[in-house]
């Protein structure tokens, strides 16, 4: 059996260096390592808790900026329900228990911005521009509904021109890389809104 064994031993052909070889499966080996550890699901919470962190900083300053209700509080997007949550002192406000029209769209717009400042940032293979139609509808109501308060229609006018000043400063600080599109009636004669205005 040794004579046999030994024979055939001796028969094959004996392989070339394999040291090249054992070098590409450790490092093949210790990619996979690197890949199995980026895709482990501790590894991707921890990664969408810190990028829902950054995407709510830009969302409480956009709520300041606006003067949205709530804004002082620390706000967060609820991926699972698709919301923005206010948490108060008395435990977490959803977006559909926040009031008037004017925080819907304003929460709107600054998640909106907030993602998509995010994913201009980071290079992300997500559109570059968005397209919003008449933000400012939910100030101007049919005629019927109108107030006879000049102040009140005064502090609606306000609010309409932040949320655009609020989308014109977005555009600015990303120096181009990023574009909104509004249809809408509304025409200030401030001149930053005037160059805006295609």
Known sequence: VTGRISLYLESLQQLADTSSLRQNINNIRSKIS??????????????????????SQSLIKGAE???LEHSGNPLRLDLKRLTVVADGPRGPIPLNKMGSGHNWVGYHLAVMFALHKWFVEQIRPVSS??????PSQVYFP????WSEDKAERDEERAHVLKMF???YNLVQELEGRFQIIVTDHVNFRDDWFQSSIV
């Open 165 to 167: 000043k609020f989308a």
């Open 34 to 55: 690197v890949l199995e550890e980026c895709t482990s699901n501790e590894h991707i919470q921890e990664n969408l808790a810190s990028i829902l962190s950054i995407i």
């Open 129 to 134: 521009f968005i397209v919003l139609d008449q």
């Open 142 to 145: 049919e005629d019927s509904e």
């Open 65 to 67: 900026f606006l003067d």
